[in-house]
């Protein structure tokens, strides 16, 4: 097995590898492309790589059976999966099928950084399987949602109030994914927000902003000012007062569907 | 194919029931005639033996043989006689106009013996009808009528001088009289012709009659709902069987028309919502395709943007395309946003909850025009069955308009609301008008207050125009709109199809003048007086459902105002006053969600004071 590498990125869209390979790359990356999904899951066999960035639609082997197929080699990479808008539900569906991020394309540079830099930082600690060489945040203790709480990847979670109201929030392996955090938007009471859509920004010291997709579709009833006026309380305490809005929900039972338990999976 | 025709089965049928009835009729008509004339020849020869009789009889009596004979002679002469003759009781033939026969022996078992002669002993007595008979002399000869006449013993022929009788004979003799029936056979064969040309022209006329009205009544309305039914299954849903008859054929090609309607409406719908689907596919394939080059020009643009830190000119530049991207990006994603619309969703709702949610999502843009927003809610609103997100959008359009036309100079937008009951008679707005045909009557091209007139063919003597009724109940803003005066007489008919709008037994209660009348699917007859200037008028449905409750919400802005020419067109769509601004639909999807709702939206405008936007909703729905 050869040395690992930082990402492989899956795309049948010349112009796209060739843009995600330079972006990543200016970031000090190391970037390897694969047009097709069988030959990804050949160079997948041949060394490991942190960060698989897969589109869905593709030709032949699409992004759910490249997911699959990574998840059935046990293979220790995690998988941002890019895609358009036309396939925001499938992207939400990804999550749930083992995918740790997605970004929505087209993208810029620095929303594509994001993405990679905080994937980067999970895959540091989550803990290197397959290099042996434990960085240096690695098997860093992180919180899981709770019992009762429902999650989007390992990105938001939801939970059903006994009002029917939704509550949701951010969960505490993303908060340190992000590394340091400088501030927190929140969209305003009254506005409409689907599953999947970014429903927040985060700010990170290192000057990226952070979309955070939203767990279930409907309208903001209460946002958490207290959240938004210091960040560091999603840091403290995510999923109780670091709570980020509350929901009226306009189709819970689909949107809970495609969401994961608290507690469950590798996260 | 012919013989499978309708027109003509039912054709044939009449005409062999015509010719069966008319050809027994005939035949007993020939037979009762020919009888009726020959008795009346049998008559006729009865009364010339009398006369005959008579006339010889002195000469008889007196035994004068050669006056009887020339008698005879004479009277035999007669071109309507053929023949007379007097026999004796033993056949001898005595007297004869036939001379020659004079003296001959008659069989007795001739034909004009046998009657009498034929059981041996001679009968005393005959009938008139015994005594006749006719007979042919030869097989190829004309018809001849004989009658006997019996010469009976009375006292004066024994008392004779001649005494050639005894007392105790009872029939002396037999005059015979035969005639030519030539002339009656003429006749009957005449009256036989006759009746029989009668009898086959009237049959032919019958046939011809009956099959035109078949044709005309059963065979073209059947041809053409049959065309129409063709045509219908080939997909036009369009064509209508105009209907120009009010028997069961044309009832039922009105049921057709009703029907191709509906089914052309349901299949609008569908079409619709087809195209809807359709635009959201291709939306949403084009947000496939257009995302990859998109992703391309935005990573790159992006990328260079972050690396050309030192170069100020080329950063502004490369922030253009960056930000020109960013925002097709945008366009995109509302293509697809469009794509998903959900469906109208009505739940019960506080309308002052929309109104603030809407006036949340402009609060930015109302901010930076230094528009203020005034609240003044009246506190009794009962809650609204809505669309809540349809109507927030309803406001949020409202207060953008109210914003731009507010301009850079700042003012205030005004938000009232209160409660009102209305009667239903100024404020129920007629959707659907039809004529007794099923066509629609509103004109969509003239609209009063943005809402389609119903339109009426006016023909007043040999003028001819068109009317344009107010489409609110009870209303009359449009006058008549006639270029000429309708008389009292005037006809009022759908302008497609010219049948009479007249209501046939009802009169005006106020003026007494004739009533106009028109279908409103589902809900009724409209009725109104056709006299000019008598706003009478009747809607049955909608005056028994008493008051309406509505809830109103003024929107007052202090902009510049909108011209009168505009002020009528503002809810039709791709009207917009904004020249590139706008898209001008923003007014007209307004109007489109507000008439889903049973709402009303109206504006009142004065230049350059502000503008006023009146909704109203209904409380129940």
Known sequence: MKEMRDILVVDDEPVILEGISKVCSGDGLSVDMAENGAAALAMLSLRPYRIVVCDIMMP?????????????????????????????????????????????????????????????RLSAMLGPASSGEPGPQACLVHVAPPQRYYRM???????????????????????????????????????EIAQGNSCAEIRSADGMAHGVMCPVSGKVLERNAAAEAGPELLEKDPYFSGWMYRLLPSDLERDLQRLLAGSSGKF | MMMRKLGFKLTLVACVTALVTIGIFSFFNTRSDSRNLLAEVERHASQLSDAV?????????????????????RMGNQPSIQRIRV?????????????????????????????????????KRLEMKERTRIFRARPDASRTLGIISPIYNMPSCWTAACHVHSKSQAVLGVLDVT?????????????????????????????????????????????ELL???????????????????DDELGMLAEAFNNMTHRLSEARLQLFQSDKLASLGRLAAGVAHEINNPLTGVLTYSSYLLKRAGGQPEMQKDLQVIVRETMRSREIVKSLLDFARQSVPNRTKADIHRVIDLAAAVVENQLAINKVRLVKEYAPDIPPVTIDSNQIQQVFINLFVNAADAIGQAGGVITVTSSKLSLSPVGTTQIKKALCPKRHDLLDREYRIDGMPSIRIKVRSGAEEGFLHLDPVYGLDRAGSGLPFEAGSGAAFMCPECSSSLIAPKTTCPKCGSAVYAFEVPFKGMVE????????????????????????EVKVRDTGCGIPGKDLARIFEPFYSTKDQKGTGLGLAVIWGILDNHNGTIGVESEEGRGTVFTVRIPVKP
Not at chain 1, 60 to 80: P, T
Not at chain 2, 95 to 113: F, L, Q
Not at chain 2, 194 to 199: D, K, M, N, T
Request: some cysteine.
């Open chain 1, 60 to 120: 032949q082997l699409d992004g759910f059976q490249c997911l699959e197929e990574a998840a059935r080699r046990k293979l220790s990479s995690l998988v941002v999966m890019a895609t358009g808008f036309s396939t925001l539900e499938n992207t939400v569906k990804s999550l749930s099928c083992g995918a740790v991020d997605f970004i929505p394309k087209p993208f810029t540079a620095d929303e594509l950084l994001s993405v990679i830099r905080r994937t980067m």
């Open chain 1, 153 to 191: 990847g390992y990105i938001s979670w939801a939970l059903v109030e006994d009002a029917g109201t939704v509550l949701t929030g951010v969960t505490d392996l993303f908060m340190r994914s992000l590394g340091e955090v400088s501030g927190v938007s929140l969209l305003p009471a009254g506005r």
């Open chain 2, 53 to 73: 009789k008579s006339a010889t009889e002195y000469d008889m009596l007196l035994n004068q043989r050669e006056r009887i004979r020339q008698s005879i002679q």
């Open chain 2, 87 to 123: 026999m004796n009781k033993a056949g001898e033939i005595i007297y004869s106009s036939d001379r020659g026969e004079i003296g001959r022996m008659v069989d007795k078992k001739a034909e004009s013996c046998y009657i009498c002669h034929s059981d041996g002993e001679p009968l």
């Open chain 2, 179 to 223: 005639m030519p029936l030539t002339e009656v056979d003429k006749d009957i064969r005449q009256s036989q012709l006759e009746i029989l040309v009668f009898a086959g022209g009237a049959v032919l006329a019958l046939s011809l009659i009956i099959g035109l009205f078949v044709k005309r009544w059963v065979d073209a309305p059947v041809k």
């Open chain 2, 227 to 245: 065309a129409a039914t063709r045509r219908v299954a080939d997909g036009d849903l369009r064509y209508m069987i105009k209907v120009t008859r």
């Open chain 2, 528 to 551: 109104g007086c056709t006299r000019p200037g008598c706003k009478w008028r009747r809607w049955e449905a909608v005056d028994a459902a008493g008051t309406m409750e509505f809830v």
